[in-house]
């Protein structure tokens, strides 16, 4: 009820606002980097495993998209990621040394739970599941677990479920990568020093509320909007694209901005909003030459920066700029902005936030 919801207008907001609460929960316990964050066999498990499986749907598929980046280059586990629904129905190439891990908020997502049990009939019985709902059919089902603490989600749109599931994936990468002796002492000291100073670099992003507010004012009045990222942001961009298509109903795309080229630059007019998600990484500069070939075709671009990147509002170019730069865990940090602009959009046109037509929150049978 009105109660609960505080000073916010609708659950999406409050929860959008809940992260920095919902991360700091979800690293509570975490002392430092020990299989046992999984349960008690996963010692064994992860020593046996010689490559990952994420199986997930909708959000929940995007969180498993950015931790393929992580599990790779910081684990070196050759991952794959696959939408539950298309994995339970095709013919596929087990492996019984994978590690089959299943991202779900309410762990009651049939094509996931379906998933699960078409890897467990294929013979690949080491089975993990990052999962919000504790007495859920897949925390049941799975032999490991991660727990997140977003609490209550009531949105259908997901936000906080989906920056928990990053720490939960990013914890995941971590313990991995030490089982597989490529995690010193110092990097595991690095990593949790950000992991734990991510709840106060989050506040400071939400305080960008009222710059994403005046893009929203933009955005309410289009119909289309393309949104480019690289790298472990490309999934972010994905997401981004996810939510405002999911509450504004404005048709979004989300492309990896060195294909462009391949497709979507026809699309690009003055009428065409293009978001960049523009973490200050290796593929900055790439990424303002793509953001140049937008420029030169008139497109308005809306770009999310790092504090430290160069890249100034000019004309035809807005930019918002992150008040941190945050390496590897960037993606939970550009991906609020994106949901604040989804939120925002949502609200100018006035659709049904937390109950958009013909979505549910959680989707049980198939
Ligand atoms: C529905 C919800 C999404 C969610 C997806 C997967 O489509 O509207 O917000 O990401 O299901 O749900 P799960 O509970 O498995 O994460």
Redesign the pocket.
């Known amino acids: 009820g009105a109660a609960e919801l505080g000073p916010y207008r609708h659950y999406m907001q409050k929860e959008i606002f809940e992260q920095p609460r919902a991360i700091a929960d979800t690293l509570e316990g975490v002392n430092g980097i020990v299989p046992e964050l999984f349960g008690d066999e996963a010692y064994r498990t992860f020593k046996d495993i010689d490559s990952v499986l994420i199986l997930?749907?909708?959000?929940?598929y995007y969180s498993g998209c950015t931790a393929k980046y992580w599990l790779e280059s910081i684990a070196g586990i050759p991952t794959q990621v696959e939408v539950a629904s298309e994995y339970r129905y095709r013919t596929s190439v087990p492996n019984p040394r994978t590690l089959i891990v299943t991202i779900?908020?309410?762990g009651e997502?049939a094509d996931?739970l379906a998933a699960l049990r078409h890897a467990q009939s294929l013979g690949m019985t080491k089975t993990l599941t990052i999962c919000n709902v504790a007495t859920s059919a897949m925390v049941r089902e799975c032999k490991l677990a991660y727990i997140t603490r977003a609490g209550v989600e009531i949105g259908?749109?997901?936000t906080k479920?989906f920056t928990t599931q990053l720490v939960g994936l990013f914890l995941l990468t971590l313990a991995l990568a030490q089982s597989k002796g490529r995690l010193s002492e110092d990097e595991e000291a690095g990593h949790l020093k950000a992991l734990r100073h991510l709840p106060a670099a989050l506040q400071a992003v939400l305080a960008l509320e009222p710059q994403v507010i005046s893009w929203s004012e933009d955005f309410a009045k289009k119909e289309n909007a393309l949104f480019l990222g690289r790298g472990m942001h490309y999934p972010i961009a994905l997401e981004g694209a996810l939510k405002l298509k999911e509450i504004s109903y404005i048709h979004a795309e989300a492309y990896p901005a060195g294909e462009l080229k391949h497709g979507p630059l026809a699309l690009v007019t003055s009428a065409m909003p293009v978001v960049t998600v523009a973490p200050h990484d290796a593929l900055l500069e790439k990424l303002k030459s793509n953001m140049q070939e937008v420029r030169a075709r008139g497109g308005v671009l809306y770009v999310v920066a790092d504090a430290d990147s160069r890249i100034d509002s000019s004309e035809g170019v807005h930019v918002i700029r992150m008040p941190e730069h945050y390496g590897v865990l960037s993606p939970l940090l550009h991906v609020v902005p994106l949901q604040l602009l989804a939120y925002h959009t949502a609200c100018a046109r006035g659709t049904d936030v937390d109950k958009p037509r013909n979505?549910?929150?959680?989707?049980t049978v198939e």
């Not at 997930?56 to 929940?60: D, N, P, R």
């Open positions: 997930a749907c909708g959000t929940s779900t908020q309410s997502t996931t259908v749109a997901s479920a979505l549910a929150k959680s989707v």
